[in-house]
């Protein structure tokens, strides 16, 4: 089945859970994941013990806390035949929790399950959706196919303004990834992991960095666009083996992007790696804080004030975005570097935290890049500019940095993202000239890091004077208002549909 075929299978699916009123994307797209990995984890099951390894079986009797838990009868087949709907649901429902605790799993099929839900309304529904899963054999898919499964699922998520604190353009990250270059054998967070889209890119990234040309591949991702794939055929056993375990580690503060990343990386293969829960800038220190990385790759929440920052990022308030960067600047190694998206307020922020960490930044890391990007890069999550910064943490002051101003990404910049050759990508130039910071009128540009001091710490392009200041054109008066009456009316339509349903079932 190519994917093509499984994102029209997914959106099945997610018609079926729709129709039962399971309309929340969260909601849904975990259902369908738990169905998804069930299905999966027999298959692993039977995959394991036709291969001549030692023999496991994760559909058993197992003894958890001193109580016995019946796993066969959440065997995909075995529960899948049961003729009672609302029975299968009931099963569904009791054990699905229980595999969180199960001791054959990996930590990151394990977080998959942990305070696991099962919110399907009927066995009915239940049944339409096991009936268009019980076909697939997903263990026989290309390890890509799987991936881009899971990625056409939980872009689904993009229906909801909360998804914007996680979900980032793939595209964005494969360049950032690119322009940061995470090397084996060196560690890799994301802090804010949301659905895993940073680690799965790093991931790829050091894959492809070590396969011999031969076994290179062209492939679709999901968008249409063409990336380049590798299988890692020039890593050793031990490289192999701290690739999958100790390169990659997520933190998310909410379980349902936990679980999301947890799902990726079972998918990817890197299931065994620290995929936890937990508030990386608020509330009290915990032993990640104590740790350093390599390299730090991340989109973190853009709003909202952080509640209680850490004592270790050394400020005492600021918006989420401004303390995440302060944790990045705690978090990396001696000689790290790291790729971190951030909306345009970081260039121009005057409030004490906005300096103190701009002023950080400058002093103790070599801060190599700023990326400008075009104005829709994140719709239809958020209208808010963004940017990205790239930089090195070298403990001593930048002397420079290197500006790059975006106009394209290769895509529409509308809420209906369409991807083409029509539009313009600035993104091949962005990499192209990013190695020897190579400057270009209107484009690209080299500051002194004692301008950007003397301009405040506003490293805006207009305040530095390399561009004129956007004006921003107001719609007129009566268009605002016409507007406004426009939505009253529509909600006005919804109060009075809501009245009739509660009209109609009172009678």
């Known amino acids: 089945m190519d994917t093509i075929s499984l994102q029209n299978l997914l959106k099945r699916l997610c018609k079926v859970m729709w129709e039962s009123n399971v309309t929340d994307p969260l909601t849904y797209v975990t259902q369908i994941a ?142 950032i990834v690119e322009m940061v270059n995470p090397e084996i054998g060196r560690t890799v967070c994301d802090s804010a992991c949301g659905t895993g889209g940073f680690l799965i890119a790093a991931y790829e990234h050091i894959l492809l960095a070590n396969t011999s040309p031969e076994f290179v591949r062209e492939v679709s991702a999901p968008g249409g666009q063409l990336v380049r794939r590798g299988i890692g055929d020039k890593l050793s056993p031990t490289q192999w083996d701290f690739l999958q375990k100790h390169t990659l580690h997520g933190f998310d503060g909410e379980q349902t992007f936990v679980r999301m990343t947890a799902m990726n990386a079972l998918l990817h293969g890197f299931d065994y790696s620290p995929i936890v829960r937990r508030d990386s800038i608020g509330g009290g220190e915990d032993r990640w804080d104590e ?45 790290g570097r790291a790729g971190i998206i951030l909306p345009t307020g970081i260039l121009f922020g005057d409030t004490n935290s906005h300096i103190e960490v701009k002023k950080r930044l400058l002093d103790e890391c070599d801060l190599q ?85 003397d301009n405040g710490y506003n490293m805006t392009l207009a305040s530095l004077g390399f561009v004129e200041a956007e004006k921003t054109d107001h719609a007129e008066p009566e268009d605002i208002l016409a507007i406004i009456a426009d939505k009253e009316r529509r909600i006005l339509k919804i109060i009075e549909e809501m009245r009739e349903l509660v009209a109609e079932e009172a009678e």
């Open 34 to 175: 738990y169905l998804l990995l069930l299905k999966m984890l027999e298959e692993m099951d039977a995959e394991q013990n036709g291969n001549g390894a030692k023999r496991r079986e994760l559909f058993k009797k197992i003894l958890i806390d001193g109580e016995e838990v019946d796993f066969e009868k959440l065997r995909w087949s075995l529960l899948t035949s049961d003729p009672n709907n609302e029975r299968m649901l009931r099963t569904l429902r009791d054990l699905l929790p229980k595999l969180a605790y199960h001791p054959m799993l990996s930590p990151g099929a394990r977080a998959i399950f942990d305070d696991a839900r099962i919110v399907i309304p009927d066995g009915a529904t239940l049944r339409r959706a096991v009936d268009l899963i019980s076909p697939l054999h997903l263990m026989s898919e290309d390890a890509d196919i799987k991936g881009d499964l899971f990625e056409a699922l939980s872009s689904d998520l993009g229906q909801q303004k909360r998804s914007a604190q996680f979900r980032t353009p793939r595209h964005l990250i494969r360049v």
């Open 291 to 335: 740790v350093q990385f390599d390299f730090i790759l991340e989109n973190p929440p853009f709003s909202g004030a952080g509640q209680s920052p850490k004592r270790s990022l050394r400020v005492e308030k600021g918006d989420k975005y401004v303390l995440f960067l302060a944790a990045a600047l705690r978090s990396l190694k001696p000689g």
């Open 369 to 453: 890049a700023v990326v400008t990007l075009p104005k829709g890069m994140f719709e239809p999550y958020t209208p808010n500019p963004t940017c990205f910064l790239v930089f090195q943490k070298t403990g001593k002051p930048t002397k420079s940095v290197w500006f790059y101003r975006m106009e394209g990404d290769g895509s529409s910049l509308k809420k209906a993202r369409k991807f083409g050759p029509q539009f313009r990508n600035d993104f091949p130039d962005l990499l192209k000239k990013w190695p020897k910071r190579v400057v270009a009128d209107g484009v690209a540009w080299r500051v002194p890091a004692k301008q950007i001091i």
